[in-house]
Nanobody, 131 residues
């Protein structure tokens, strides 16, 4: 079992910053380590569909939604099994529940890649940005 626990959410004013964290624990029955996990942040605002925010692969390659590019920074610490999301210049439209998710990397013809489906999810942390 892989368990994810988000933290760091809260209420800030527009233009403020927050840093989200996602602590990951992996059951000892699994032979792989945190470094083998692809990690991703999603968010969901009330009445809206879940949307991609940012991802980081096992080799450190990052990706961002256009709406957060230049404001958010994703990072991972494989020594602490922790994923982070530094959010700066926050806007009211960033208000949402933020979820981290993980998936075991896959390999095809010797090349590692992250799958489209992420099977491990945290419970989420609320971010509220007021104008």
């Amino acid at each position: 079992q892989v368990q994810l626990v988000e933290s760091g959410g809260g209420s800030v004013q527009s233009g403020g910053s927050l840093r989200l964290s996602c602590a990951t624990s992996i059951a000892s029955i699994y032979t792989y380590s945190y470094s083998y996990l692809c990690m991703i942040w999603y968010r969901q605002a009330p009445g809206k569909e879940r949307e991609f925010v940012s991802s980081i692969s096992t080799d450190g390659t990052t990706s961002y939604a256009n709406s957060v590019k230049g404001r958010f920074t994703i990072s991972r610490d494989n020594t602490k099994n922790t994923l982070s999301l530094q959010m700066d210049s926050l806007k009211p439209e960033d208000t949402a529940m933020y979820y981290c998710a993980a998936a075991l990397r896959r390999v095809s013809r010797g090349v590692y890649y992250c799958p489209a489906d992420f099977q491990y999810w945290g419970q989420g942390t609320q971010v509220t940005v007021s104008s």
